[in-house]
């Protein structure tokens, strides 16, 4: 078997054809879903039958496993693997959430631009999203290209975020939608330094690094902070930089993390399943040391 990589645009997003991630890719194949992954950012595997075990399995041929934090929430029991983040609305015993489940105000946080794991110090490298059920209407995923954001951005942008780092914790991204966690979660999860631009070794290329994690930024008042991450917020999500993913059921779609921004799209959560699972993989380092900085400690001890 030889996978076919069909680009959705010149250089952002691609679904890869013919490629059964049940069983282990030839070298061959291999290399060439490891090349489109670089390129694209966003790869599409259409029509995927795995097991839990096999999607962690395929996983892990991208590096170690980033293990979901969801499990660490005040009492979420889980109703996949630990590898595995549970991004669907249902239950363990597969019944819908409800309105008022505080696994689903946690959620609700998805429908906000991201990347994943920004809010621990080291964070996602690529994250591997397999939809085996889906709503008949909404529940798109979205995803911005980073790299053609930064390479519209003007200079005077360039110029505040080049070099600088930003404080990201998932209090944050929860706050801005009114969810609270609590004193015990926050304790374990504390706000981490992140480079707010990365240079990708593999590419030669540029991409800012952003998501609604990010609350603060050193050496910045926080009000002057939180204009700029927005005005950033606002470039990097135009449409022009954006993949609207339609799923269809049993669509792989895996994205990396260091140089592109997601978001789900809402959809009626309380009357359709949405059965996403999510695996992912661990970045080789903090952001700050892969880009050269060292953050400031006192930053953090003035929070
Ligand atoms: C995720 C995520 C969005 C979605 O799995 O990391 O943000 O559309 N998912 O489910
Ligand atoms: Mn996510």
Redesign the pocket.
Known sequence: MTVEIWPVTESFAAEVGDADLSTPLSAEDWQTVENAFHEFAVLIFPGQTLTQQQHVDFTKRFGPIDPSMITDLDGVKPRVLTYI?D?SNLLPDGSLWSEDSRLRGFQMG?QLW?T?SSFKEVPAKA?L?YMQSIPPVG???EFADMRAAWDALPDDLKVQAEGRIARHAIAYSRARQGFEMSETENTSMPAVPQAMVRHHGYSGRTGLYLASHAGRIDGVADDEAAALLQQLMDHATQRQFVYAHRWRADDLVMWDNRCTM????AYDDLRWP?D?Q?ATVLDVAPTCEQEGLTPDAMAVAAE
Not at 262 to 265: A, D, I, P, V
């Open positions: 983040a991004v998805n991201h994943d994250s999203l529940g798109q995923t997601h978001r789900g799209l949405r996403a999510r």
